[in-house]
């Protein structure tokens, strides 16, 4: 959920949230298998009781709360509680069911056939069945549906309805991540059918069949959400979830001492510096782990100086990644080399690393034409000096931290760097979507399914698409294909293993850092139990034992 | 007559209090280089937020920067910003409120009402929304302030054409065939230097401030360039663990602004007839 992160990777994944990872469960629940509770106290086993209510502090707030039209972290993280998809992973990452019972892939690999579960309701009353499976299949294909997963759903070739309970989908070529894409939040055509979703009332207040249901939204301020007592799973413990939006991160650790606040994500600072005290290790519990998301530097390779791969392999060299991480996340996050999350599956450890040495990035950037002709203390080639621009949003302090640190780094080398932060909405419309940048420092949420298409294919260039870096390696392309098309997980990682060995060489990106998730909850929540997908997994199951309970909500 | 101003001047304990603050804001701004213990941007990520010490006597900030540092340099971008933007303001307001008092008229009745109009708008809001179209930056900033703060001047300065242009030597100067432009310009305007300067050494203080509550906001000088407002920003995100992040800028802003307004009020007495003892 959002509030479980720290305000970097909450800005990275509430605009650019990866196409490719529509397991919004997955990127904004934070999984990883390093998670660690640090508490001085032992959680003590007791009575699982309804009532109370947790209230959590996000910076942004939501945006519109149905997640066929949601791309920002602050919308799945309440549509999330609200919706299911057809399937989910567990704790461990591994894909189950959730709104289908079972589904079968036929050996072709070409057809999956999927079973619903028979007892889901929507929280309206009405049963949820096949039909509005079809209806969010077409919503998300219909080409006038304003939504950012469009993707998977537009490999399928043909969508049947054999029952109620049970459908069938068949792709024109196999693909892989085609059963995480079922993951999607279904919705609810008795509400839906016939009416425009863009102007649909639901976009404010959302049905679904999940263990909430929607109460109140007022803008900028607060969404609330009652339990849903029918819930298929059973009635969550909770009686109530309070989203309060606090857009300034030193306010909301105020509310949070307060003790106007359950839950939020703490900054680097805080968690080192300013949670140690008695008071806090009694009512507070904190969590570490590595958020799924990373921290990059990338090259506009339509700029002529940023052509040769050389060049950039020095500017990584260049740069103390080591630093930044101590000096930036004070050492709470690791230094990244591929864009996949370490310690996954799908992690190649085994690339080219581009440690940090100053003198050998002099060297390399020699050999690919850059010297200092001059003296004037700046490189120089064909008589134009290396200076450049690293663009990032406004707003983010930890990537302007890191920004300065980079800067510091490329003049020990001889390149002059300029940074200039931008406000979000005109960074993304006059500079990313323009190609009118030279450098930036942005972040990408990592999806569970290893698929980067969006990012890295040649293809995925054009205005508004993800790959605005215009990275094109045919090797590439056609690994990502291979990857794409392949169901067998040891052969897919070698496809992605080869994939993020060329990243690693090419270095289109340098890759910064991926940070801890720093969540902060209430001592009085039991039942967390972090997991490689993180805490909020089973957030239906945590409670708050009958004695400790502060909020009394009628059920 | 400017030897008795200054004697008079030097009498005014308060005013020579904030000519000394600003004598030594100049001298700081101009010998940052030598006067700084650490170069401003100098990174140290194994000192990071330290306490103030023999070895950082104002402490250091998020990134290990010594803060004393960068409060010297910072002094530089407040006084240009604060020059720059009054030479812009002074000089507008200069011409506007010349021609409109000197020929009156439309002319003047024009210009006041378009005073009158700019005096409408909450000048910081169109600050902000003149900065939000440009780019923040040093330069803009400087423009921006300067182009939103002409009315008063304008005003002064028709105020004091009106009075002076019906006296004696202007009729003289008239009658003897000089051009409108020398008549304004070497004729009347000396003679309404006094009040044109105060309000200069006002508007600095208020241009200070400006500046330092758009870098706050994180719309004026673009870090890492030091800035006293930028670096409250810091302060103010960390507030609970480095008082000392937010006290040194918010100190070196507040007595900026007095030593200025000190200066400027000192400066008026001593001009105003009515208060010659």
Redesign the interface.
Known sequence: MTSTHGPIITILLVFLILTGCDQHKATTKDPSPKTETVTSIAETESEPAYGDMIIRGTIGDASVLLPVLANDASSFDITGLIFNGLVKYDKDIQLVGDLAEKWEIADDKLTIRFFLRKDVKWQDGQPFTTKDVEYTYKTYVNPKTPTAYATDFLKVKEFRVLDPYTFEVTYTEPYAPALTSWGQGMLPSHLLEGTEITESPLKRAPVGTGPYRFREWKTQEKIVVDSNHDYFEGRPYINRVLTRVIPD??TM?LELKAGRLDQMGLSP?QYT??TNTKWFNENFRKYKYLAFGYTYLGYNLLDWKFKDKKVRQALTTAIDRD?IV???L?GLGEVAYTPYKPDTYWYNPNVKKWPYDPEKAKQMLAEAGWTDTDGDGILDKDGKPFKFTIITN??N?LR??AA??I??DLRRVGIRVK?????WAAFLKNFIDRRNFEACLLGWGIGIDPSQIDIWNSKKTGERELNFITYVNPEVDTLLDQGAATYDREKRKEYYDRFQEIIAEDQPYTFLFVSYSLPIISARFHGIKPAPLGIGYNFDRWYVPKHLQKYHIAP | MYADFLRRLARDKLAMVGLCVVAVLFFVAMFADFLAPYPPDRIDVEKILVEPSRDHLMGTDPLGRDVLSRIIHGSGVSLSVGFVAVGISTFIGVILGAASGYYGGLADRIIMRFVDIMLCFPTFFLILAVIAFLQPSIWNIMIVIGITSWMGVTRLVRAEFLSLRERDFVRAAVSQGASDLRIIFLHVLPNAMAPILVAATLGVASAVLVESSLSFLGLGVQPPDPSWGNMLTEGKDNIEIAWWLSLFPGLAIFITVMGYNLLGEGIRDTLDPRLRR
């Open positions: 991160p030193a650790f600072l510096r300013q630093g101590k000096g930036v004070l406004q707003g302090q302007e931290r300065t640190i800067q510091r940074i200039r932060p931008i406000e």
